[in-house]
């Protein structure tokens, strides 16, 4: 097993953070057929090109208790992730949320993978599947942020601060 761990902040208080990335999660497990897009730069693979790799996956996930901080347990997300690829890896692990700031939120993503391919799947992960885990976990945090966010800021357009 490969681990992997990206972290992003995202300008939203955390007493409300774990609700909105539910609620933004919720709609795959919903929908079976339901599916995100995962676009990896082409940079993370070395080339200095623009552009980016698309490839369709499955995500479940589902409420569990982070208790990894000392003290003090809340709630956070396991998740599930199938590529439906021989060639690309499955992933599970957590999603949990800490206070960065007044309003701010860090939110961390634990994961774990086996490389594909046997003997030959380990050395190229030596390579580059690392860094492609990275920028992986890296692109579902921007867009969970982004969503976050959003909710956020139409909230406080609707009720604002008295």
């Keep these: 097993m490969r681990v992997f761990e990206s972290v992003i902040v995202a300008d939203c208080p955390f007493s409300i953070a774990s609700e909105y990335v539910s609620s933004y999660m919720q709609r795959f497990a919903d929908n079976d057929d339901e599916v995100a897009m995962v676009r990896l730069p082409l940079r993370t693979f070395g080339l200095p090109l ?17 208790v990894n901080e000392r003290n003090r347990s809340h709630r ?32 961390v993503l634990t994961g774990e993978y086996s490389p594909p391919l046997g ?12 860094r492609i885990a990275l920028a992986t976990g890296k692109a579902l945090l921007e867009r969970i942020a ?14 604002p601060a008295g």
Excluded at 50 to 66: A, N, Y
């Design 119 to 130: 003997r030959v799947g380990s050395v190229l992960d030596n390579l580059m599947g690392k």
């Design 50 to 66: 623009p552009g980016s790799l698309r490839h369709r996956i499955r995500i479940r996930f589902e409420d569990s208790v982070d």
């Design 76 to 107: 956070g997300l396991k998740f599930h992730w199938s590529a439906g690829n021989p060639l690309l890896p499955d992933l599970h692990g957590d999603l949990s949320f800490r206070i960065a700031a007044d309003s701010r939120t860090e939110i």
């Design 146 to 159: 982004a969503d976050m966010e959003r909710r956020e800021r139409d909230f406080r357009a609707v009720h």
